[in-house]
């Protein structure tokens, strides 16, 4: 017997083979929500993009998720653009890793770099129209050695915020490395690190990294760095690693700031076309923390985005008490709160503090955290995250979840476009 699929959202996307704007609709099958679609030439599409089978709690219902714009918009280069929270530039597309699934593409072939002073024009150019959250990604930026001096143009250019991606192999292996970014002013590094297991690594990025994963997170932590921890999760190989993730992530705070969770997507490179088996969607997410993390941290802890359509994340805010305890400090979901002009600047403002690392000295384990001030201290020194950020690919793509992305990417002249449609690929 077929179940009955019931349409719960109009909306528009694109055909994974040509790229070409088509309607598109979210499917209700059972428990699991479907993205469907037909192109007049290449055919039909469906791809999972929500499964809340095994999930009950009424925050993550997709009601919440289902998103109120009336898009009218006909071509995906024609939508109005969120503000942005964070500009992405990349400053190179050389890696010293070869991973099987890579969203840039990365790899020893290397596109011309742009130089230092090419960089300070386009991060000026960002700061003065008032994006001054700039995450530094590449490729592997670490690659570049010119990275302190990078770090250091941004921060001339106005930048109040530098985040590193990086995979964490430069940070572990030369000891000082840590310490010269942050004194250049770097504020946080976004790690890569998909689990706590080897065979993880094996599969996910062709060795085994963990070795060099804790000692990034030792060196970092000795030059006081902030540093999340960023899954890439895939059914079958980490979503059974998830809680001792964050239980693993917990243990180090203050030196980590939290964890990261980057559902797989499929663009840039992967081995071959997605089934639906080989996605993980949000609740399953959550649901497998809670689960994993015996209930240490539960679903009820989240709430959705707000900044960004509440499909693309969710987020979790904790104070990490002395002896691991947490307390919940995230706040309610609010669905206007992107609303107000300056959101986006107060939402960075957040976000960034959220991972930077505070002034831990001032907060001993042994003082009274019952009293507001010595609360609020531990809550600036071992805060700690976990949040979520699905990214799009051709397959799952919901224009009205990328008309609110804040995630946006700067191309040479400084100008931005949302992270997934500037790394949508064909199949
Ligand atoms: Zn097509």
Same mark, same amino acid.
């Given at each position: ?61 997709? /009601? /919440? ?99 590193? /991606? ?74 059974? /690693? ?186």
């Amino acid at each position: 017997m077929t179940e009955l699929a019931v349409v719960v959202e109009r909306t528009k996307s694109v055909c994974p083979v040509c790229l070409r704007s088509v309607d598109a609709r979210i499917v209700r099958v059972g428990g699991e929500y479907f993205m469907r679609k037909q192109c007049a030439e290449h055919g039909k599409f469906s791809a999972v993009v929500w499964r809340t089978t095994t999930i009950n709690s009424e925050q993550l219902t997709i /009601n /919440n998720y289902v998103g109120s714009d009336d898009f009218t918009t006909d071509t995906i280069d024609n939508y109005m653009m969120a503000a942005t929270c964070c500009a992405l530039v990349e400053v190179t597309s050389r890696c010293n890793l070869c991973c099987p699934v890579c969203f840039a593409e990365s790899g020893e072939i290397a596109r011309a770099e742009p130089s230092v002073d090419e960089l300070y024009g386009i991060f000026k150019r960002l700061c003065d129209d008032g994006n001054t959250f700039i995450q530094l990604s590449g490729g592997e930026p670490t690659v570049r050695d010119d990275l302190p001096e990078i770090i250091a143009a941004a921060r001339r250019a106005g930048a109040e915020t530098v985040q590193l /991606n990086s995979n964490g192999l430069r940070l572990a292996r030369e000891p000082d490395y840590a310490k010269t970014l942050h004194d250049a002013g770097l504020s946080f590094v976004f790690m890569q690190f998909d689990g706590t297991r080897g065979d993880i690594y094996e599969r996910l990025r062709g060795r085994d990294l963990f070795a060099d994963k804790l000692a990034a997170i030792g060196n970092c932590g000795a030059a006081k760095l902030g540093v999340t921890l960023v899954p890439t999760v895939v059914p079958d190989v980490n979503l059974d /690693n998830v809680g001792e993730i964050v239980n693993f992530a917990l243990s180090r705070s203050p030196d980590v700031r939290g964890v990261h969770f980057q559902p797989v997507s499929y663009f840039g490179r992967y081995p071959s076309p997605p089934r639906d088996r080989d996605r993980v969607t949000l609740p399953e997410i959550l649901r497998a923390v809670e689960l994993q993390t015996n209930g240490r941290v539960r679903i009820t802890d989240f709430a959705p985005s707000s900044c960004d359509h509440p499909r693309c994340g969710f987020h979790g805010d904790f104070v990490v008490l002395p002896r691991g305890q947490l307390l919940k400090i995230t706040p309610k979901y609010d669905p206007d709160a992107c609303c107000a002009p300056d959101a986006h600047i107060k939402n960075r403002k957040f976000v960034s503090r959220r991972w930077t690392r505070g002034d831990e000295e001032k907060t001993a384990d042994n003082a009274d955290f019952s009293t507001l001030d010595n609360f609020a201290k531990r809550a600036a020194s071992h805060g700690f995250t976990i949040t979520a950020m699905a990214f799009q690919d051709a397959y799952t793509l919901d224009i009205a979840r990328l008309r609110r992305c804040s995630l946006h990417v700067a191309d040479a002249s400084g100008r931005v476009k949302p992270f997934c449609a500037q790394y949508l690929t064909r199949v």
